[in-house]
């Protein structure tokens, strides 16, 4: 994993790497570093559940123009799947669905005679490449509004399925919280590594289904995006607080707001374009007259095979005799470098393929 360095004076752009808590949304999140970075210029790359914890990369400044691409790359979670039950959220947020007399009779005979290796093979028959059917809850989008909006609203939702892929769905315990009540069910404890895009929950769900239990998850916790790792050292912590205020209609209530726990110092742990740009994607070293030519929309030489970042090191263009001046801009020009490689360097684009030996710049910072 790339090395981060933080720089003098503190990174006018960059990458926060969060440890979200649960209660919370993304959104929340973004609004906590807004207040705590002092810009609007904030955003996050892939949405956690207000259930979900862990791993939330969040962009401000001209930083924000990686997100598009770190939300594309793959992540791993870490979740318990109650078999038994399932709710409308198909995790623990949601209702329970009403289940008969007779369903529930038929629902613990089916847990009781599940063995370890039955459950094993549900998640095995789910790995790979596979069709999954988002939650009816999810930020999809059906003509423009939110799946969750319209099924929060009582509406019905039908979502088509979408190829992902889990490359892991391992089993890491079985629980088993059986007697001769109603309140029957198994947790299964796993770790799942899978494309964007894949919902954990519909995982959960898929398993149940599959099992003739039912299944909802009663926990998530994303721990690595790409590169990227919750146990990280620069990973930043915040936690929920209860927020009392009065809203437009002039009722009194009280929802969880996201506060970091060290809000003035969270901008010392950012980590800079040009290391969290070479932790999401292949990196290419540019001399300060090729950093021009990008920054001003011209081609340059080069070979690569998808959307790389252009990084310039200034000591390696003044030893090769090279010495245009630094791009400035409102990356912040010199003060957003970090430390790639060993090597000092600033972001300065994102390039992809133009022709068999041109590139163009796709994004310029």
């Known amino acids: 994993m790339t090395e981060v360095a933080h720089s003098e004076p503190m990174l006018a752009s960059g990458l926060l790497a969060v440890d979200k808590p649960r209660g919370v949304t993304s959104h929340d999140i973004v609004a906590a570093a807004r207040a705590a970075l002092h810009t609007k210029h904030v955003g996050h790359a892939g949405t956690l559940d207000p259930m979900a914890t862990g791993l939330l990369i969040v962009g ?40 008969s007399d ?42 423009g509004q939110k799946a969750y909006d319209l099924a929060r609203n009582g509406q019905d939702v039908h979502l088509e399925p979408v190829p992902v892929t889990v490359s892991a769905f391992d089993i890491l315990g079985i629980e088993r919280h059986l007697d001769s009540s109603n309140d029957g069910f198994i947790d299964v404890s796993a770790r799942v590594t ?27 916790r994303r721990t690595r995006v790409g590169s990227f790792d919750v146990t990280d050292p620069d990973v930043v912590t915040a936690h929920a607080q209860d927020h009392t205020f009065v809203n437009r209609q002039g009722e009194t209530v009280t929802h969880p707001w ?32 090729q950093a021009d030519d990008l920054r001003h929309g ?42 790639v490689g060993g090597v000092d360097g600033v972001l300065v684009a994102i390039v992809e393929r133009r022709t068999k030996k041109l590139l163009k710049p796709s994004v310029v910072f």
């Not at 899978?194 to 998530?220: E, F, K, N, P, W």
């Not at 970091?260 to 001399?287: E, Y």
């Open 102 to 143: 007779d369903e529930r009779r038929m629902i613990l005979a089916r847990l009781s005679a599940l063995s370890d290796a039955d459950i094993i093979a549900a998640a095995a028959a789910l790995t790979g490449s596979i069709m999954q059917v988002p939650s009816a809850y999810s930020a999809k989008k059906i003509h």
């Open 194 to 220: 899978c494309s964007a895009g894949t919902y954990i929950r519909s995982l959960g769900r898929d398993m149940g289904a599959a099992l003739g239990t039912g299944a909802h998850l009663v926990s998530l």
């Open 60 to 99: 401000f400044g001209s930083a924000t123009r990686l997100l598009s691409y770190i939300v594309g790359i793959d992540k791993t979670y870490e979740t318990v799947i109650r078999l038994g039950q399932s709710t409308t959220t198909d995790d623990a947020d949601g209702e329970f669905l009403e289940q």
């Open 298 to 339: 011209r081609f340059i030489e080069g070979v690569v095979h998808g959307p790389t970042a252009a990084i310039m090191h200034p000591d390696l263009s003044r030893q090769s005799g090279d010495t245009a001046a630094a791009p400035q801009g409102d990356s912040g020009g010199m003060g957003d470098m970090g430390n």
């Open 258 to 289: 996201a506060v970091f726990d060290d809000p003035a110092g969270i901008r010392a742990h950012a980590i800079s374009p040009a290391a969290g740009a070479a932790q999401a994607m292949p990196t290419i070293d540019i001399s300060a007259q």
